[in-house]
T-cell receptor, first 113, second 112 residues
Framework: DADVTQTPRNRITKTGKRIMLECSQT?????MYWYRQDPGLGLRLIYY???????NKGEISDGYSVSRQAQAKFSLSLESAIPNQTALYFC????????????FGAGSRLTVL | GENVEQHPSTLSVQEGDSAVIKCTYS??????FPWYKQELGKGPQLIID?????GEKKDQRIAVTLNKTAKHFSLHITETQPEDSAVYFC???????????FGTGTRLLVSP
């Protein structure tokens, strides 16, 4: 099994719908992250969490919310999806100490029509 | 805050040639510079990293160089192979910040 698992891998939805992307990790990491990838823009940080009780906004948090249900689970929600939220979303985890090495999931491709 | 610029956005080479990807960063406090490789349909994976107390680091066919004065760091791939074809991301951060700031990515295509 993958160290970081994202579900769903692909999702097509309509404008205004609520969408949840889920992430779980088996690395035992304290830190979890949600990134968004767009062509030409690289990876941009949406939200990050350093432990279960810690949630922080990244550079592009507007229109998104997150929930850290447990050390191993970090979900991303779009309360009312809009077309410019069409993108590839990555969850990642990292250890609290040592190098800032991130382990990424395989990505969730979201299309908002 | 930190800003990382990455060039080129696309790079095409013939198998066996060398490939160089360059990044610049803005925050002089940054002291950790990783490189991630993203293969088609997969998430990015760390391939090499360098800390600011080192000027160069090698791992088989890949190497990274760092120029702290100029705030530049580069990824060098020698003897490229088709399996090197992927998107490569540079990133920067500093101790205590714990957030990686990524560059915009370079799509490398190695033709047989």
């Amino acid at each position: 099994d993958a160290d970081v698992t994202q579900t769903p891998r692909n999702r097509i939805t309509k404008t205004g719908k609520r969408i949840m992307l889920e992430c779980s990790q088996t690395k035992g990491h304290d830190r979890m992250y949600w990134y968004r990838q767009d062509p030409g823009l690289g990876l941009r940080l949406i939200y990050y969490s350093f432990d279960v009780k810690d949630i922080n906004k990244g550079e592009i948090s507007d229109g998104y919310s997150v929930s850290r249900q447990a050390q191993a689970k970090f979900s991303l929600s779009l309360e009312s999806a809009i077309p410019n939220q069409t993108a590839l979303y990555f969850c990642a985890s990292g250890a609290a100490s040592g190098a800032n090495v991130l382990t990424f999931g395989a990505g969730s491709r979201l299309t908002v029509l | 805050g930190e800003n990382v610029e990455q060039h080129p956005s696309t790079l095409s080479v013939q198998e066996g040639d060398s490939a160089v990807i360059k990044c610049t960063y803005s925050d002089s406090a940054s002291n950790y510079f990783p490189w991630y490789k993203q293969e088609l349909g997969k998430g990015p994976q760390l391939i090499i990293d360098i800390r600011s107390n080192v000027g160069e680091k090698k791992d088989q066919r890949i190497a990274v160089t760092l120029n702290k004065t100029a705030k530049h760091f580069s990824l060098h791939i020698t003897e490229t192979q088709p399996e090197d074809s992927a998107v490569y991301f540079c990133a920067a951060t500093y101790t205590g910040f714990q957030k990686l700031v990524f560059g915009t990515g370079t799509r490398l295509l190695v033709s047989p």
